[in-house]
């Protein structure tokens, strides 16, 4: 009687601490693969949404070059000086970062798929065997800053380009 439970229990503790470790050694495994894949379906979609934000906010707020950068002109007709509409450009900035955070958190949610042929460290398998399902929901923070550079494009010509630095922190 009392050692037949003993023995039960330790068999028990046993097998218990067998699936931990068979648990453990299967995460650790996958862990790289689908670290790999998060990392490429994070890219994809915000690239995704960004692309997408850009477009829909410069086409419903129609600006141009000279909506957010003002050219003043010396007598001769040379450009002297070039200012910045800063209220023009925090709106620009708001407006992408309300509509990118929009489409990211609105995403649905995505799926990544790992075979556990990945569990052997041979190419040959890593596409074999059933896949382990894991869904995935992203949440983002957004920071948009506005950064412009001058290039000589040419005898007395100065080439401005204004252009979006988009950062997204991306969490799953």
């Known amino acids: 009687g009392n050692n037949a439970k003993r023995i039960n229990s330790i068999i028990l503790v046993i097998i218990s601490f067998s699936i931990i470790l068979g648990t453990l050694y299967i995460i650790k495994r996958l862990e790289p693969d689908f670290w790999s894949r998060v990392e490429s379906y994070a890219i994809n979609n915000t690239e995704k949404a960004v692309n997408e934000s850009v477009n829909d906010v410069f086409s419903s707020l129609n600006f141009q070059y000279n909506d957010l950068i003002n050219l003043e002109k010396a007598d001769g007709g040379e450009i002297s000086s070039l200012t910045v509409n800063t209220i023009k450009l925090n709106l620009l900035k708001s407006k992408l970062s309300s509509k990118i955070t929009d489409k990211i958190t609105s995403a649905e949610y995505g799926e990544i798929s790992i075979n556990t042929g990945a569990l052997y460290n041979w190419a040959l398998l890593s596409g074999f ?34 252009y979006l630095d988009v950062k997204v922190k991306f969490t799953i």
Not at 149 to 157: D, P
Request: proline share 6%; no cysteine.
């Open 129 to 162: 065997g059933p896949k382990i399902r894991i869904k995935v929901h992203p949440s983002n923070q957004t920071i948009i800053e506005f950064k412009d550079s001058f290039t000589q494009a040419g005898i007395n010509q100065v080439k401005h380009t204004l």
